[in-house]
């Protein structure tokens, strides 16, 4: 066993958000949260712990990101008119490399430590079309002991040689990955995902097998894009005339289901989000990407309303960055934004600095399917924490210091912090 004295950020039963200020944090042998609250109150019981005292810090849930892209790194920050043109001039041409191992696996790891430094302790992340680039995702988490989810990207029409794949071969390696690396890691961290692009890059018998695969390993998850700009959302209505909606395409393949999480989101109407929600899938809201490619903006509000599922993503390299304090800048400017054009009787729905925080850990790993299991400090989570610095910067010291209370103290950190607030990431295995 150890433990950690600082300040203690948790969520409680109902999503809200805690904070000990002089907190324990205790953490058992198997790497599980073993107590977690005041200190005052447990530390007659934990004695004997060796504790780490680590005043002015705050320990926090290492973040989720529910949707990002490991070989879109060097694509970070490339202009485009919007999504379509961005796939094609920059996108497709970077991700083609991912057929060396040697590239995709010195990329894995530049990603990887990028997470750590960044607080980031879980993730679900595309790879590419090639297997390569799934091994070797899945060799470096392995490694670092980070909880990965990944699979092998598919896309069998509508785009480049070089990522282009083959129908049947596709959905064999598909399954063949799935044996291969699903639930294993030194403790049980990895996980495959079936990975369609999106609608527009799969053939009818491509979507139709991986909708068999979701069902014979329903313990898999599934992830895609969905809604992200009108021109592709025009596209969909013509490559699928006989589906309701974007969304609805996936759902007649079976693709929508709980442990699936569509990317985007945006341009969704009620029936859509009635789906999702019957379904129990989730959006990955990513607010950064959405800015930068001007695709649009989610609407917490109806997502909210209709009790949808959802987290936060950075999207790398569609996002532009993976600091989860920037993703959650950039979603409260949205929730800001959204309120005040979706019309006249809508409620606003300006995200407060908790449920900022909620979205990118305990409720991203809620999306996921993997509520107590990480996202919070929960007795039985995984010990998968940020120690964060307050005092990061003389600007953020000054301000966090003049914090009267804790929507104050995590609004400043959101609002002026950035990787030099993570001082420490701590994964159940280290
Ligand atoms: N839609 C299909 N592929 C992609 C991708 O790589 N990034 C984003 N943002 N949207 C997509
Ligand atoms: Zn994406």
Known sequence: MSAYRASLLRFDAAGSAVLDTDGLLVVDAAGKVAAAGDFAQLKSQFVHVPTQHLPGRIIAPGFVDLHVHYPQIDVIGSPADGLLPWLENYTFPEEKRFVAQEYSAQTATFFIAELMRNGVTTALTFATSHVASVNAM???????????ITGKCLQDRNCPDGVRDETEQSLIDTESLIQQWHGKGTRGQLGYAITPRFAPTCSDAQMRGMGELAAKYPDVWIQSHVSENVDEIAWVKELYPQDASYLAVYDRFGLLRHKSIYAHSIHFDDADRALMKARSAAAAVCPTSNLFLGSGNFDFADAANQNMLHGLASDVGGGTSFSPFKNMLAAYYVSRSSSRTSGLAKQAMTLSPEQLWWLHSAGAARALGLEGVVGNLQIGCDADFVILNPQATPLLARRTGRAENL?????????????????QTHLATS
């Not at 060799?139 to 990965?148: P, Q």
């Not at 929507?407 to 001082?423: N, S, Y």
Request: charged residues 30%; negative net charge; proline residues 0%.
């Open 138 to 148: 899945f060799k470096a988490a392995d490694v670092a002991g980070l909880r990965i």
């Open 407 to 423: 929507a104050e103290l995590l609004f400043a950190l959101i609002v002026l912090g950035d990787d030099r607030v993570i001082e």
